[in-house]
């Protein structure tokens, strides 16, 4: 049987950070709750031999992927958005296996006096 592969994305899921980002002076004192959703597409080509041959080298590391995202989320912004452009910034840069990313940063408790479950961004990029 002969079969295409299409796209393959690799997703890594509610990794939770305690971070200190805000415009708020407090906040970038104090620090707060953050979740990030990051789903990271790949060359096709090199992840369909990781696919057929069970070989890391040939896919993406996802112990590698976290330890960069969390790197970036130590360093403070006052913006979410910031935040999540460095994070795509620094996955096309060290991954040269990742062609496209989304990150999604969400701070889970912002202080705006308001009922909800948090405030996010969500960045898009590609190579």
């Known amino acids: 049987m002969t079969m295409t592969l299409k796209e393959v994305t690799i997703g890594l899921e509610n990794m939770r950070f305690e971070a ?3 415009v708020m002076p407090q906040e970038r004192i104090v620090g707060g709750s953050f979740t990030v959703n990051a789903t ?8 369909e031999t990781a696919c057929r041959t ?9 112990a590698e992927v976290y330890a960069a995202l969390r790197e ?22 060290d991954f040269p296996l990742i062609t496209a990313a989304t ?5 889970d408790t912002p202080p705006m006096g308001a009922d909800c479950e948090g405030c996010s961004v969500t960045l898009t990029a590609e190579r």
């Open 20 to 22: 200190h980002h805000g």
């Open 40 to 47: 990271l597409r790949l060359k096709t080509d090199v992840a």
């Open 54 to 62: 069970d070989n890391l080298e040939a896919t993406v590391n996802y």
């Open 72 to 93: 970036e989320m130590l360093q403070p912004s006052q913006l979410l958005e910031h935040a999540c452009w460095r994070m795509l910034r620094r996955l096309l840069q």
């Open 103 to 107: 990150i999604s940063l969400r701070k």
